[in-house]
C-alpha cells in the first residue's frame, strides 16, 4: 500500500519557521515529481511549491518565493517543504502529494497520491 505520511507541522509565531517532511512509502517515487499543497478554512486547494524528479527544476507560488524551500531525498524516498519567515496567511493544512505523469507540473489533478496533511498554524 502506498503511504505518503507528512511530519512537522504545529504552531509557531509570525517570522518563524518549521520544516515538513513526507515520507513515502509502498513504492519508490525517485523518478516522479513532488509537491506540497496547502488548503486553508473555506479556500481551496493551491500548490505551494514542486520539485521535480530529479531536483532540477522547481516551482514555487508567489507568495511563498524567497520564504519556502523544497527539496527532496531519493535515497530516502523523502520530500521536505523548509519554511522560513512565516506569516499568519501561511496557517493551513499542508499536504504532499506525488505524481506518476511523466511532465511536470503543479495542477492538483496530475497528483496521482496524496498524504493526510499536517497542520501548521502561524500566530501573529
Known amino acids: 500500500q502506498v503511504q505518503l505520511v507528512e511530519s512537522g507541522g504545529g504552531l509557531v509565531q509570525a517570522g518563524g519557521s518549521l520544516r515538513l517532511s513526507c515520507a513515502a512509502s509502498g513504492r519508490t517515487f525517485s523518478s516522479n515529481a513532488m509537491g506540497w499543497f496547502r488548503q486553508a478554512p473555506g479556500k481551496e486547494r493551491e500548490a505551494v511549491a514542486g520539485?521535480?524528479?530529479?531536483?532540477?527544476?522547481?516551482y514555487y507560488a508567489d507568495s511563498v518565493k524567497g520564504r519556502f524551500t523544497i527539496s527532496r531525498d531519493n535515497a530516502k524516498n523523502t520530500v521536505y517543504l523548509q519554511m522560513n519567515s512565516l506569516k499568519p496567511e501561511d496557517t493551513a493544512v499542508y499536504y504532499c502529494a506525488a505524481s506518476l505523469e511523466t511532465g511536470w507540473g503543479m495542477a492538483i489533478p496530475s497528483y496521482d497520491y496524496w498524504g493526510q496533511g499536517t497542520q501548521v498554524t502561524v500566530s501573529s
Open positions: 520539485i521535480s524528479w530529479n531536483g532540477g527544476n522547481t
